[in-house]
Nanobody, 126 residues
């Protein structure tokens, strides 16, 4: 099973922006839910944003609402996390994930996803 391929992590000053990208291999492209997770040192992995590609519904963790946007480019089999107004507490390893899901759900928990990217580091300095 092909992993997802991520890019876009970097170090950025607080208040800046970054866009993370996740390439979806052809098999995984048929998956219907896609999400971004993050894990900071000493903390559990948390769901950041999720997208149901069938319904178009999205879900965000409270701390990123209004600042982060999850989106998909169907023509390129890619999905993205646009991160604006970054804060030092956003610093973490970010992971993309994808899997089948029902039309009426937008999962944010790890065990809903079987396909994962390799992770990319985002560091926000003040």
């Amino acid at each position: 099973q092909a992993p997802l391929v991520q890019s876009g992590g970097d170090s950025v000053q607080a208040g800046g922006s970054l866009r993370l990208s996740c390439e979806i291999p052809m098999v995984t492209a048929r998956r219907k839910c896609m999400a971004w997770f993050r894990q900071a040192p000493g903390k559990e992995r948390e769901g950041v944003a999720s997208l149901n590609t069938r319904s178009g519904a999205t879900e965000y963790t409270d701390s990123v609402k209004g600042r982060f946007t999850i989106s998909r480019d169907n023509t390129k089999d890619m999905f993205y996390l646009q991160m604006n107004s970054l804060k030092p507490e956003d610093s973490a390893m970010y992971y993309c994930a994808a899997d089948w899901c029902k039309d009426d759900v937008v999962p944010m928990q790890e065990d809903a996803f079987g396909f994962w990217g390799q992770g990319t580091q985002v560091t926000v300095y003040s």
